[in-house]
């Protein structure tokens, strides 16, 4: 506390605005991540880290994993150690879906873009990452990844109760893999979806998609963000996943986001100003006082 109070003011006042600016630039327009970092290793479900959710992982499959020593790495995408695997084996009884509620609903009419990295071992007959909206009487879901067998990577929607799903018509590999679904809400109906297959940037996701989808029934707003692993027919395969993403900005899909090095800067950013602040009500009652 010594030290705190005896540092130069300007020195605390850099100190401010560089945690703080630190800390919102790397942020940018994320409204939820998660890189996987921190958690016990062990089963995923029941834990949560990252930042904008309002609930730990919950759902059925006690078959996904988290490990710290784990973690994807794809050029242009920063991880922080972390990751996630099904390690569910060969079985069907191993389906199941883990759920993240996100701290708000996105409810607001715009563009919203979810990143993840993935890689999957064999070939899983439905494993994917998902968007469901806030309908809770006839959710409407948007599926990236593997879907339905196909040997190609699918964009799969569940619309007013139908199914449906758009190959990219790029062919499954093993290899790590960064999709992004980008999800255009709008009033009233027609809302859409697209799927990117390692976008090269930020400005490829203005471009044309691998696939696309479009819904009868409006897409209302984005509730949570879950797992899927459905081995259907006892097809082999896991999949591996990272860097789960929820953004407003295009960027958001390939920047740094901060680590809890980053929130330690801007927690003493804030520790700052209140220091800043009892200096000033401090001299403001000794001035009064020798009046």
Known sequence: GYFVMTMPRSFILGMVLTGLCAAESARAGLIAYDQFAGYTDGQLVGQGKGFGWGTNVWGGNTHMQVSGAGGLTFPGIVGAGGGGDTNSGASADNDGVLNRNLAS???????????????????????????????????????????????????????????????????????????????????????????????????????????????????????????????????????????????????????????????????VALVGFAVLRRRNRRRMRQSNTHQ
């Not at 691998?210 to 029934?217: C, G």
């Open 105 to 267: 609903p996105v409810t607001a009419p715009g563009t919203y873009y979810l990143g993840f990295l993935y890689q999957m071992s064999g070939i899983p007959h439905n494993a994917a990452v998902r968007i469901g909206d806030t309908d809770a009487s006839s959710p409407e879901q948007i599926f990236g990844g593997a879907w339905n067998s196909e040997f190609a990577w699918q964009l799969a929607k569940r619309d007013g109760g139908n199914w449906s799903d758009e190959s990219t018509g790029i062919t499954k590999t093993t290899n790590v893999t960064h999709f992004v679904m980008k999800v255009d809400l709008v009033d009233g109906v027609d809302d859409s979806a697209e799927l990117f297959v390692n976008p090269a940037n930020a400005a490829a996701l203005a471009g044309s998609p691998h696939a696309i989808v479009h819904f009868d029934d409006d897409f209302d707003g984005i509730q949570n963000i879950a797992i899927v692993l459905t081995n259907q027919h006892n097809s082999l395969g896991d999949f591996s996943f990272d860097e789960i993403r929820l953004g407003t900005e295009a960027s958001d899909m390939f920047s740094a986001v901060p680590e809890p090095s980053s929130l330690a800067v801007a927690t």
